[in-house]
């Protein structure tokens, strides 16, 4: 089967193969923006997908033009079978990432040495204690630090994660730029994005423009640099001149890149999204458990995505709960 006619190209000739797989939906942060007030009902233990099953899953995928696999969560480091699952997903011939909130990095840096997982992307969406706490509803800023500097010393390739949400963190977006002075990180800046019970709204949202806007009231033109957008891109990315690091912007709401959108999503419960935007979902668990092909189920999910954002082409459109208000929680999708 060549690229032009695997079953993860869709109906507009993008070809799938970044596949992102949830581990759980259970996090030891309570960040505001992913997880509803009153929080989620988990999914049942038993219908969570087995390290086998991950594995199984995933191979189907591999075979099929995946070459690129991330874990994602909740957060990943809290499955107690991590190891198990990493060690046979690192059999397959892809490129192994993590997303993680940096908590637990400590204990597992071992772990993710021994099975060649060097790139990590880490959530982190202020430089201040006391408003991580706030956000996150949780002490553990200064762990989260001493394990971005650990990752670091360790020679990690490191991208930090930043929601900006206006009123709250979008006075720090020219230090997290500064931050890239003297580290050799990337820190990508993300529109807030509306997802079930995270009570988003237009206004709370700050712009690829508005960020480029206050980078530009520090920094002069000639300082910041454009940098060559990636195949597959989701952030547009800058660089300050002689900073070790660069910055990146990830539009989703007010400059989507879904023309050269290459991602899938399967959930914790073996569910696959096609969109992070979309209501539907195609459970592969249950055939799997029944040792039934997910061929033909891959292909249709992959054949029924929208252009745009599940559909949603405008701001109005997403600005309307009515047309996402049925989509999961972000930690019940996986980041």
């Not at 193969?17 to 942060?29: A, G, V």
Request: with cysteine.
């Amino acid at each position: 089967m060549t690229a032009s006619n695997t079953i993860l190209t869709d109906g507009f000739g993008r070809r799938h193969n970044y596949l992102r797989i949830s581990l759980l939906e259970k996090c030891n942060l309570r960040c505001t923006y992913c997880m509803p007030a009153d929080g989620i009902a988990l999914s049942p233990k038993a219908s969570l997908m087995t390290a086998e099953e991950i594995f199984s899953i995933a191979e189907t995928f591999v075979k099929n033009g995946v070459d690129k696999i991330r874990l994602t969560g909740g957060e990943p480091l809290l499955r107690k079978d991590f190891p198990e699952i990493v060690s046979k997903l690192a059999s397959l011939d892809i490129s192994l990432s993590i997303t993680t909130n940096g908590i637990l990095i400590d204990r597992h840096i071992a772990v993710l040495k021994q099975f060649k997982i060097k790139k990590i992307n880490l959530s982190l969406d202020t430089l201040i204690s006391s408003k991580f706490h706030a956000v996150t509803l949780r002490n553990q800023f200064e762990k989260v630090i001493d394990n971005l500097h650990l990752l670091l010393n360790n020679d990690f390739q490191v991208k930090v994660n930043v929601v900006l949400m206006k009123g709250f963190n979008d006075n720090e977006i020219v230090d997290f730029v500064k931050l890239t002075q003297f580290l050799p990180i990337s820190v990508r800046f993300i529109e807030f994005m509306p997802f079930a019970g995270n009570e988003w709204d237009r206004s709370k949202m700050v712009s690829q423009n508005e960020i480029l806007s206050l980078v530009g009231n520090t920094f002069s033109s000639d300082q910041i640099q454009k940098l060559e957008d990636e195949k597959n891109f989701t952030s547009r990315n800058y660089k300050i001149k002689d900073f070790q690091g660069d910055f990146g912007i990830i539009s989703s709401i007010t400059n989507p890149f879904c023309d050269s959108c290459n991602r899938i999503r399967l959930t914790a419960d073996g569910k696959i999204k096609n969109c992070l935007f979309s209501n539907s979902e195609t459970d592969l668990l249950t055939p799997i458990r029944n040792g039934e092909s997910i061929m033909n189920l891959i292909a249709a999910a992959i054949q029924s995505k929208k252009k745009v954002r599940a559909g949603m082409a405008t701001i109005d459109e997403m600005n309307d709960p009515a047309k996402h208000f049925d989509n999961r929680s972000m930690i019940a999708i996986g980041g």
